[in-house]
């Protein structure tokens, strides 16, 4: 049964930094995704990792600034997130497909967790 479960949102001053865990029960050949969305506004594609973890895309608007790996021993995919902005307000969810690309549509994914709200004090 694939499951997902994000942790460590929180309340972070601007120009922090946070951490957000992605308990992944997947098969190793999922790929993993990270999205946001903030309120009255679409789902926005962050980051996608690879199953092998070596290979990952960004979005534009976090490159340079989060990093995303994954430990298949242990179910886990990180999202690290630097400089951080109020615009970085938002709930952040990680997702699984099931197939070997990098996606960067929701649609695409089959498996979504919960979600971690993520808020940025300016």
């Known amino acids: 049964q694939v499951q997902l479960a994000e942790s460590g949102g929180g309340l972070v001053q601007a120009g922090g930094s946070l951490t957000l865990t992605c308990a992944a029960s997947?098969?190793?050949?999922?790929?993993v995704g990270w999205f946001r969305q903030a309120p009255g506004k679409d789902r926005e594609f962050l980051v996608a990792?690879?199953?092998?973890?070596?290979?990952?895309t960004f979005a534009d608007s976090v490159k340079g600034r989060f990093r995303t790996s994954r430990d298949n021993d242990r179910n886990m995919v990180y999202l690290q997130m630097n400089d951080l902005t109020p615009e970085d307000t938002a709930i952040y969810y990680c997702?699984?497909?099931?197939?070997?690309?990098?996606?960067?549509?929701?649609?695409?994914?089959?498996?979504w967790g919960q979600g971690t709200q993520v808020t940025v004090r300016g």
């Open positions: 997702a699984a497909s099931n197939t070997g690309y990098l996606h960067y549509y929701a649609k695409d994914y089959g498996w």
């Open positions: 997947v098969p190793r050949k999922y790929m």
């Open positions: 990792i690879a199953a092998s973890g070596t290979t990952t």
